[in-house]
């Protein structure tokens, strides 16, 4: 069984900065790309970055040049660095572990406000 677990959100200030991190276990967790997405209020669950297995990252035009996306696989954990944070990023944060074919697995979601 999978189990993706989000941390580090929380409430910043507009500019400011988080680090999301997300702990896999229950499967061979340096084979998958990873990716985060986001979905706030009354709206679709975006797609915000993916890293594969090789490395090679994809980024929502909105947070490119902003946010970066690396993964530690000797730790089976994911990151999402987020910097110069705007309002329009609140949302809750899901760390997504994709598979060839098959719905992949969530995790549970982290929500990160950013107000002043």
């Not at 797609?47 to 490119?64: C, F, M, P, R, W």
């Not at 970066?68 to 944060?93: G, H, W």
Request: net charge positive; hydrophobic share 30%; glycine share 12%.
């Amino acid at each position: 069984q999978v189990q993706l677990v989000e941390s580090g959100g929380g409430l910043v200030q507009p500019g400011g900065s988080l680090r999301l991190s997300c702990a896999a276990s229950g499967s061979i967790f340096n084979i998958y790309t990873m990716a985060w997405y986001r979905q706030a209020p009354g709206k679709q669950r975006e797609l915000v970055a993916a890293i594969s297995s090789g490395g090679s990252t994809n980024y929502s035009d909105s947070v490119k040049g902003r946010f970066t996306i690396s993964r530690d696989n000797a730790k089976n954990t994911v990151f999402l660095q987020m910097n110069s944070l705007k309002p329009e990023d609140t949302a809750v944060y899901y760390c997504h572990q994709r598979r060839v074919g098959r719905p992949g697995y969530w995790g549970q979601g982290t929500q990160v406000t950013v107000s002043s």
